[in-house]
């Protein structure tokens, strides 16, 4: 069975950091595309960053670039988002996603594969 599943959320104070972890079972990740998005109450699910097993690339959205890195580690079939000086905006259910190709990585329609998310609070 192909599953994804997200661990690492929680609740932080703005300035703080979380990484979050997302772990492929039932297919390996190497060729494929990995994405994180994250969906906030009342709002449409968004694009955060994605990273290209294969080759290492990796796309940002404007809001996190400088603040967020995603890495992957091919031997443990896991993909991080490391989330550094973190806002209350940043608050929300963050889900990752996989795609063997695509034209958007933006879109979440292009991806096969979700997660089931995981909470992110960002509060004082």
């Known amino acids: 069975q192909l599953q994804l599943v997200e661990s690492g959320g929680g609740s932080v104070q703005p300035g703080g950091s979380l990484r979050l972890s997302c772990t492929a079972s039932?297919?390996?990740?190497?060729?494929?595309?990995i994405a994180w998005f994250r969906q906030a109450p009342g709002k449409e699910r968004e694009g955060v960053s994605c990273?290209?097993?294969?080759?290492?690339?990796?796309y940002y959205a404007d809001s996190v670039k400088g603040r967020f890195t995603i890495s992957s580690d091919n031997a443990k079939n896991t993909v991080y988002l490391q989330m550094n000086s973190l806002k209350p905006e940043d608050t929300a259910v963050y889900y990752c996603?996989?795609?063997?190709?695509?034209?958007?990585?933006?879109?979440?329609?292009?991806?096969?594969?979700w997660g089931q998310g995981t909470q992110v609070t960002v509060s004082s």
């Open positions: 996603a996989a795609a063997h190709f695509i034209l958007n990585w933006g879109d979440s329609y292009e991806y096969d594969y």
């Open positions: 039932g297919f390996t990740l190497d060729y494929y595309i």
């Open positions: 990273i290209s097993s294969s080759d290492g690339s990796t």
